[in-house]
């Protein structure tokens, strides 16, 4: 299903945009372009990375700017619960955000959080 927005949007209100190849989930290209450098795919209306046990989902809010969904589902626990931060952020703001939350909460899945930022370059954990 492909959503058009609504004629009149403000800059900064959720919105899906048919594109040909699928949905376009941002509005500002160069922030899902921050997003796809730390390995987040399209899934639905979303990006998704998931990192050991832990999927985050990142959307576009209209208030608070990137709102990530960070869950983990494992036979003994569940836990799910979302962070923000400003789309002007760096790519390395980005996945140091996400490090910490993975280190703090999900501490099985710490170490492989770490290994994906480094494979990536990112000069995090120097």
């Not at 390395?92 to 280190?103: K, R, T």
Request: hydrophobic share 40%; net charge positive.
């Amino acid at each position: 299903m492909m959503l058009d927005p609504p004629r009149g949007k403000e800059r900064g209100q959720l919105q899906a945009v048919s594109t040909k190849n699928g949905m376009k989930v941002f509005s500002n290209p160069r922030t899902a372009e921050k997003l796809r450098q730390l390995g987040f795919s399209a899934a639905e209306l979303s990006l998704r990375l998931t990192i050991g046990e832990v999927s985050i989902y990142a959307i576009e809010h209209p208030f608070k700017g990137i709102a990530l969904t960070l869950e983990s589902f494992t036979p003994r626990t569940m836990c799910q619960y979302e962070v923000s931060l400003p789309e002007h952020c760096s790519v390395e703001q980005i996945a140091g955000l996400i490090y910490v939350n993975i280190a703090q909460n999900f501490r099985g899945s710490a170490e492989m959080c770490k290994s994906h930022f480094q494979k990536l370059g990112l000069p995090l954990f120097q």
